[in-house]
């Protein structure tokens, strides 16, 4: 095949067929449409205001490093006015976390940004290895996503800062609507399409590469030689996510519009007023003062269940009644401690790693 | 026979999948046999069809000679699992003919799986 010239600048060579518009670009026009439609992504859903603080969700991984990348790129260029930091969680899985909080602390270096590590280990009490050694291989994605929800806010609000940022990317969020068709989860499908998410009490949390294609993302790495960890987490092949991505994998290849497709349904879907009426108000949680959507939050409850030895009384209805027929809770146990939305005070003390 | 030499690179965690290793070099066959067959002797490709050595091929290859474990990870059906890019000479394999692309002497092929954290 003769190389092809760049649909957009009819000057340089082609180097990549960009799976959202069929378009064959250059390097530099790639690096161009990328960093701009991800500008255009924040200004039309108005994400930041000047002055903000924002907190870039740091795993290692090359979602979060790209974006701490882009963002940089594009407060300098645009004038956002942004304060930026890397919030990075430690969830304790030996082999993987370890090494990726590595590239987070390299991040650090190379993007000048100041960093914050939390630990499930300081907030909970419980790495997840020592959560997988309890309840096994399965349903272990369930605690990690929640805690580390939790941990991000708790992260945030120490830093003191206005907005959580996220790497989540296209192929995530369609990734999600698919997973929660499947499982019949019209709450969560209602929410998982906001670029935005805000609570009374919690930080104001969004995804600027929500309409960004994990191959765009990879590519924009690789040709910008970014540094970023990649491994899968050695927890997860049995999860269930797998079978939505492995899905959407093979409808990308025979249509690669597929995944805007899927998150503009899912954006479009609106849940009949019969079925509005039966959801769960949000309420805040008795023990930790977290968003709930029942007297105790998620993670409240899943730490109950690990601490007295009945860690599926946060997963399965049945467990949930044996460990309430046990009796109330244990004076002694250990709890999550209770949760402080930040204060607006400018000048916080926090410890910065260096 | 002529032969070609190439450079292969693996990323995203693929090299796990490869002794660990990042680079690597080969040396192919020009000619090769067009059920991409690597065992095939030089002498049994007169009785077989045969067509010049593509990615294809290579993909193949890659997984009869270097590939450690779980070829599944690597492979589907006749190409690579899907998530996974190939560039070929830094240049996305969609705009080259994808498994059709004949490879040239000093070619540099990368392989990138995107299916981890992020």
Same mark, same amino acid.
């Given at each position: 095949m003769p190389p092809k010239t760049c649909?957009?600048?009819? %000057?340089a060579k082609a180097i990549l067929k960009r799976p959202k518009t069929g378009q064959q670009i250059c390097k530099d026009c790639f690096f161009y449409v990328f960093e701009t439609e991800v500008h255009n992504t924040i200004t039309q859903a108005n994400l930041f205001a000047r002055g903000d603080r924002v907190a870039i969700g740091a795993s290692g991984g090359k979602d979060s490093t790209v974006l701490a990348y882009v963002l940089k790129t594009l407060n300098e260029r645009y004038h956002y006015g942004l304060h930026l930091f890397l919030l990075s969680i430690d969830?304790?899985?030996?082999?993987?976390r370890d090494d990726s909080l590595e590239t987070v602390k390299r991040n650090q270096q190379q993007y000048d940004m100041p960093l914050k590590i939390l630990s499930y280990d300081e907030l909970y009490g419980w790495t997840m290895d020592r959560i997988v050694s309890q309840i096994g291989k399965k349903n272990n994605c369930t605690f990690c996503g929640v805690f580390r929800r939790q941990a991000l806010d708790r992260g945030a609000a120490v830093l003191n800062v206005d907005h959580i940022v996220t790497g989540h990317n296209a192929d995530d969020i369609a990734e999600t609507v698919l997973m929660n068709i499947m499982r019949g989860d019209i709450a969560r499908l209602g929410r998982c399409t906001s670029i935005v998410t805000q609570g009374e009490d919690t930080i104001k949390r969004s995804k600027p590469f929500k309409y960004a294609y994990e191959k765009e993302i990879v590519m924009y790495a690789y040709f910008k030689k970014l540094d970023y960890f990649s491994t899968e987490c050695i927890y997860s092949p049995d999860a269930y996510r797998g079978h939505a991505r492995t899905f959407l994998k093979d409808l990308e290849a025979a249509r690669p519009s597929a995944i805007i497709d899927i998150i503009h349904s899912g954006e479009a879907f609106e849940i009949r007023e019969e079925i509005k009426a039966t959801q769960k108000i949000q309420q805040t949680c008795k023990r930790c003062g977290y968003m709930s959507s029942n007297d105790l939050c998620k993670a409240c409850t899943l730490l109950e269940g690990l601490e007295r030895g009945m860690a599926s009384s946060g997963i399965t209805d049945r467990a949930r009644k044996k460990l309430d027929a046990e009796g109330p809770l244990p004076e002694n146990l250990r709890t999550i401690p209770f949760y402080q939305p930040p204060?607006? %005070?400018? %000048?916080p003390t926090i410890t910065i790693e260096s | 026979m002529t032969t070609i030499s190439l450079r292969i690179e693996f990323g995203g965690g693929l090299e796990l999948l490869f002794s660990n290793e990042k680079r690597h070099t080969l040396t192919l066959p020009s000619i090769v046999s067009s059920d991409n067959?690597?065992?095939?002797?030089a002498d049994a490709l007169s009785g077989v069809n045969t067509k010049p050595a593509d990615v294809e091929y290579l993909v193949f290859y890659l997984r009869d000679h270097?590939?450690?474990?779980?070829p599944e990870l690597f492979m589907e059906g006749k190409t690579v699992r899907p998530g996974i890019l190939v560039l070929i000479n830094d240049t996305d394999w969609e705009l080259e003919g994808e498994g059709e692309y004949v490879l040239q002497n000093n070619d540099e092929i990368v392989f990138i799986s995107t299916l981890h954290g992020g």
């Open positions: 649909a957009l600048c009819e %000057n969830e304790g899985i030996t082999g993987y204060s607006g %005070n400018p %000048n | 067959n690597s065992k095939t002797s270097l590939l450690q474990e779980r």
